[in-house]
């Protein structure tokens, strides 16, 4: 038997409303006027308000009522629905509300815990208003679990232990993650700028110019390569099984440097009209609501042909796939891109416009020496199933796993 099966062994739990076992506290009433009026970083007393927190000059701008002296449990009500837990003095804006213990038989960060691993149900109650929120019955009606004081203490101290070191191992791995995010990019740059630093020279328009033994052609060359717009595929079109599809949405939120399979699919019916990518060509967001996405690009490595939507296009060329794909990311591409950009609110570079972009063509022997090396970086930085993202995300779970343990009373 574990150490965490002996500690909740035999125990007994009274349930009980939180309204019953916990003072509920009203928020401050101050404007959003004064609290920019009297924002000053490093001062002592904070309010929670819309999911910020605000840092006033002293106790004297708010009334002492409005003032929480107590460790709380913070109830935020729209928006995102959340809790937090406070410990040092506070106040909050009306349209949130707080707990600290009225019975000294109630551990209140016991009762934060437990409605930490409830935030799902509270988020399901909010979603189905307008603005999603939620109102003090739901809370004040809640039960929650109530052990011996003993039981909630542990239970506490145990949390407070695995938090303390799940944030510690995550900020090592954060920032060693960083570190490698940014070797990766210095290489990648390294890589595929071929020592060409100033794309904007006046010498450096010609698609046949070379420099460091690399010649710079542009992407529509005739003997590189092409862009085909995509079709008018749009969400409604989308199957559960089928012929594999990228929209074009997908590309900044989805999908990495390439892929092999679709997240989702089109009929064969629909596949017919379509227009498709085949192996090896990149697909290309060519509309997005920031700059940054715009252009965003996924080489496609799957077998069969796949649908690409509206508001995309596809790149057919006679290079590595991969290798393009990894020279849209690079600042060298992004330069040339910008001029391009074109929109107010929706931002769009045109086809016809990405075929004037210039990319170093070394052989293909030197574009997959150079993918083989980006390769291992990309999975050490960005694979969720290797390298330290996995470290970072399985530390995540372990925390949930005992926290769930814990407070799971049947």
């Known amino acids: 038997m574990s150490s965490l099966d002996r500690l909740l062994e035999g125990v007994e739990v009274e349930w009980k409303m939180l309204g019953e076992v916990a003072v509920r506290t009203k928020g401050t009433s101050i404007t959003a006027g004064q609290m920019k009026e009297l924002h000053k970083a490093g001062t002592p007393l904070k309010i929670f308000a819309g999911g910020k927190t605000i840092a006033f000059f002293n106790y004297d701008d708010i009334p002492s009522k409005d003032i929480n002296r107590e460790p709380s449990i913070i109830v935020k009500s729209r928006g995102v629905i959340e809790f937090e837990y406070y410990d040092k003095p506070f106040s909050h804006k ?4 707080s707990y600290h213990s009225k019975d000294e038989n109630l551990n209140i960060k016991f009762v934060y815990y437990f409605l930490k691993i409830q935030e799902s149900y509270f988020q399901n109650i909010a979603g189905r208003m307008q603005m999603p929120q939620i109102s003090i019955p739901d809370t004040d009606k ?35 993650l960083t570190a490698r995010k940014k070797q990766y990019v210095y290489y990648r740059e390294q890589l595929l ?57 997908q590309i900044y939120t989805y999908y990495g440097t390439y892929t092999i399979s679709t997240k ?99 052989s293909l022997e030197e574009q997959a020496r150079i993918v083989s090396i980006l390769d291992k970086f990309d999975v050490l930085t960005t694979s969720i199933s290797e390298g330290l993202p996995r470290e970072i995300e399985l530390r995540k779970k372990q925390y949930e796993y005992y926290r769930e343990k814990l407070l799971t009373f049947v």
């Not at 009306?94 to 509300?97: D, L």
């Not at 904007?200 to 052609?217: A, I, L, Q, T, Y």
């Not at 965003?296 to 393009?324: M, R, T």
Request: negative net charge.
């Open 94 to 97: 009306n349209e949130m509300w």
């Open 142 to 176: 809640f039960k929650i679990p109530i052990p011996p004081l003993p039981v909630q203490k542990e239970i506490v101290r145990i949390l407070d232990s695995f938090t303390e070191l799940t944030a510690e191992l995550t900020a090592e791995l954060t920032a060693e």
């Open 264 to 362: 989702t699919f089109v009929s064969q019916e629909f596949s017919k009209k379509a227009r498709m990518a085949q192996h090896g060509d990149l697909v290309i967001a060519t509309t997005s609501e920031n700059d940054e996405d715009v252009c965003k690009a996924v080489a496609w490595l799957g077998d069969e042909a796949i649908a690409i939507s509206s508001d995309a296009c596809f790149y057919q060329h006679n290079l590595n796939p991969k290798y393009v794909a990894y020279f849209f990311q690079t600042e060298h591409f992004q330069q040339q891109k910008r001029p391009f950009i074109t929109g107010t609110k929706v931002r769009r570079v045109n086809a016809d416009d990405l075929a004037k972009i210039l990319i170093p063509v070394p």
């Open 193 to 249: 700028g071929f020592g060409c630093l100033n794309l904007d020279s006046p010498d450096f328009k010609d698609s046949k110019d070379s420099r460091n033994g690399v010649e710079w052609k542009r992407l529509g060359d005739e003997n590189i390569g092409k862009f085909i717009r995509g079709g008018g595929l749009q969400k409604k079109d989308f199957t559960e099984t089928g012929v594999g599809c990228i929209h074009y949405g």
